[in-house]
């Protein structure tokens, strides 16, 4: 069982998602800013044999890397600011 205010990366991109198709792609820009520095996540990684669903950047596992709340939610700000949102 994870801590309530942990969220697995799946989770946190439907938490930021308006609609399921955009999904992948806020998984996406998470993992990307996972690789890049931007946000801290305990992270777990796939084979490349063992792929589950769309591929993301540094065959991350979308469903057992997790982010803190708090960390997503600066990380989200932090792109808002940047993008003038």
Same mark, same amino acid.
């Given at each position: 069982?994870? =801590?309530p205010d942990t969220l697995t990366l799946h989770a946190a991109a439907?938490? #930021?998602a308006i609609s399921p198709a955009e999904v992948h792609d806020i998984e996406v820009a998470?993992?990307?800013a996972i690789e890049h %520095?931007? #946000?801290h996540a305990n992270v777990k990684r796939w084979a490349t044999e063992q792929?589950? %669903?769309k591929q993301l950047? %540094?065959?991350i596992n979308r469903l057992e890397t997790y982010i803190e709340r708090e960390e997503l939610m600066?990380?989200?700000q932090?792109? =808002?600011s940047r993008s003038g949102s």
């Open positions: 069982m994870t =801590h439907k938490s #930021l998470i993992a990307h %520095g931007e #946000l792929w589950e %669903g950047p %540094g065959n600066r990380w989200r932090v792109c =808002h």
